[in-house]
Nanobody, 123 residues
Framework: QVQLVESGGGSVQAGGSLRLSCAASGYTYSKYYMGWFRQAPGKEREGVAAITTGGGTTFYADSVKGRFTISRDNAKMTLYLQMNSLKPEDTAMYYC????????????????WGQGTQVTVSS
């Protein structure tokens, strides 16, 4: 049974930092590209960052470039998102997801999804 479990969300003031984690199980984690998405109330789910199987190549949405860093530890089957210089507009539910082989931020490409962790940034 495939499981992706996010953690690390919380409330922080603008300018602060959070580190999200996503623990994977039930599939061959190292063979899947991974991504982070977010969804704010009343908005579409949008891609934030993606990473290749080995972690050597990453891709970011323009809105987070230079502030967020995606990484992965295949031995621990865990995906990370380091978020710095957080802004109120980063407030959303954050989801991790897995796809078989595309470095994209298109949610339709992703096969497996977690349940999400809430990030709230106050001004």
């Amino acid at each position: 049974q495939v499981q992706l479990v996010e953690s690390g969300g919380g409330s922080v003031q603008a300018g602060g930092s959070l580190r999200l984690s996503c623990a994977a199980s039930g599939y061959t984690y190292s063979k899947y590209y991974m991504g982070w998405f977010r969804q704010a109330p009343g908005k579409e789910r949008e891609g934030v960052a993606a990473i290749t199987t080995g972690g050597g190549t990453t891709f970011y949405a323009d809105s987070v470039k230079g502030r967020f860093t995606i990484s992965r530890d295949n031995a621990k089957m865990t995906l990370y998102l380091q978020m710095n210089s957080l802004k109120p507009e980063d407030t959303a539910m954050y989801y991790c997801a897995a796809n078989p082989g595309w470095l994209v931020l298109h949610r339709g490409a992703y096969t497996y999804w977690g349940q999400g962790t809430q990030v709230t940034v106050s001004s």
